[in-house]
């Protein structure tokens, strides 16, 4: 029979620096950039929407749209996603409708469509793709957070850059820029297609947001298009003082309460994890090392992507089954990134998965186990650590232990609770 580490909270404590007016910051932000002097009365404005679960991305929309309106512009939203919403139209604006972005919320019409239009070719020989409707606009502002990649390094990661070719390029573009990134690396095509696509957009400018470590609004800063680039690497460096982490480094086993597409790109922060795909490092000198990934659910809002799922080493069987394996396949397949969408094995318990994991961990007895339970990975204010950990714990400052040591709250079906953030 199998015996269970035992557990215990703990709170981390961040830097938590933020903004109070998110609604008064993006007007104060957009002033700056002094886009009367650009985009006249009457002119056409597409505003570009992500798939991620941005923080009061609703109101930072909403906002934008207003100060356009302002100007006497006419602001409309184009969903910038590549391939997310099973690469169809309609899935696409119900992933931002999700958030609360809809047409009556924001004042403005939202266009989404996959059509997009070639507009030249590449240096290195492929097609540039662009949404019809971004291009058709007599200007773009690009609206997007600023995080570290899950798969990519480099000074451009994840943000206004990535989103004006991948986001825009719907899924025809982003298929054609992962194929890319494969033969001549992620940072020379971003840097490269993003310099022609500014002028062929007319971009206006971007509204960049960096969030802090507790999934809250830390900066909104807007930025001139011919600052893009430099501007975007100095919040990279922001988002990675400032993002959530672990609270212990080494790791047997993980227990993930959900993954999603809202929550990352690849379902669960490489970053945090530790898999990031890092070719020239060796496992032995990543920061973060988890030997067991053990995912419980999927969120609505992914609306049964499950990209990420290859990532976990198990998964409930509750997970396998929402998972919608057309639009998870879709996503894997046009990012290039096919181990993030296979199934893992599954188990009907949590009992039974977390027995599982236990056999796999090398010689450590399993009540010895070094166990994290977090409710994913945005959310890491308060972690479940097992017993394990407890000494270290105690002895950092930067750590509040909140409870002592407990066995695993296991039901007579032998599942934990739906959510680490229920326990008492």
């Not at 932000?29 to 002097?37: E, F, S, V």
């Not at 696409?92 to 409708?97: G, H």
């Not at 049964?304 to 290859?310: E, Y």
């Not at 998964?315 to 394996?325: F, G, N, P, S, W």
Request: charged residues 20%; glycine residues 8%.
């Amino acid at each position: 029979m199998t015996s269970y580490p035992a557990v215990f909270r703990v709170r981390q404590r961040f830097l938590r620096v933020r903004v109070d007016d998110v609604a008064a910051e993006v007007h104060h932000q957009l002033a700056a950039l002094a886009l009367d002097q650009r985009i006249h009365p009457g002119q056409t404005v597409a505003i570009t929407v992500g798939s991620r679960g941005i923080a009061n991305i609703d109101r930072i929309v909403q906002a934008a749209v207003a100060f356009l309106h302002r100007l006497g512009a006419s602001p409309f939203l184009v969903p910038a996603m590549g391939s997310h919403g099973a690469a169809t139209a309609e899935g696409q604006r119900k992933i931002i409708e999700g958030y609360g972005i809809t047409e009556s919320y924001c004042g403005c019409p939202i266009r989404s469509s996959m059509e997009t239009v070639v507009v030249g070719r590449a240096d290195e020989g492929f097609p540039i793709h662009v949404d019809g409707h971004a291009l058709r606009a007599d200007h773009v502002l690009l609206c997007n957070r600023i995080k570290p990649h899950t798969q990519f390094d480099g000074s451009i990661q994840s943000g206004l850059v990535k989103m004006l070719l991948v986001g825009l390029g719907k899924h025809a573009g982003a298929k054609t820029y992962h194929a890319a990134f494969q033969d001549h690396g992620f940072d020379r095509i971003v840097r490269g297609v993003g310099r022609r696509l500014f002028n062929e957009c007319h971009v206006v400018g971007g509204l960049a947001i960096v969030e802090n470590a507790y999934d809250e609004t830390a900066r909104i800063v807007g930025v001139r298009p011919e600052r893009i680039f430099e501007r975007e690497a100095e919040l990279l460096q922001l988002a990675e003082q400032w993002m959530a982490r672990l609270p212990f480094a080494k790791v047997d086993i993980l227990v993930l309460d959900e993954i999603g597409k809202n929550i990352s790109g690849a379902g669960m922060d490489t970053n945090v994890v530790g898999r990031k795909q890092h070719a020239d490092l060796p496992a032995s000198d990543r920061l973060v090392q988890v030997k067991r990934i053990v995912a419980r659910s999927l969120t609505a809002e992914s609306h049964g992507n499950a990209t990420g799922i290859g990532l976990a080493d198990f998964c409930t069987r509750r997970l396998a089954q929402q998972v919608d394996r057309h639009s998870t396949w879709i996503n894997g397949v046009t990012a290039g990134h096919l181990d993030a969408v296979k199934l893992p094995p599954e188990f009907a318990t949590d009992r039974e998965i977390l027995a599982a994991a236990l056999t796999t961990i090398g010689l450590t007895a399993p009540h010895e186990a070094r166990l994290l339970w977090v409710r994913n990975t945005l959310v890491l204010d308060e972690v479940e650590c097992s017993a394990a950990y407890l000494a270290e714990a105690c002895a950092r400052d930067d750590l509040e232990v909140l409870t002592g040591a407990r066995a695993l709250p296991f039901d007579a079906a032998g599942d934990l609770p739906p959510s680490m953030a229920r326990l008492t």
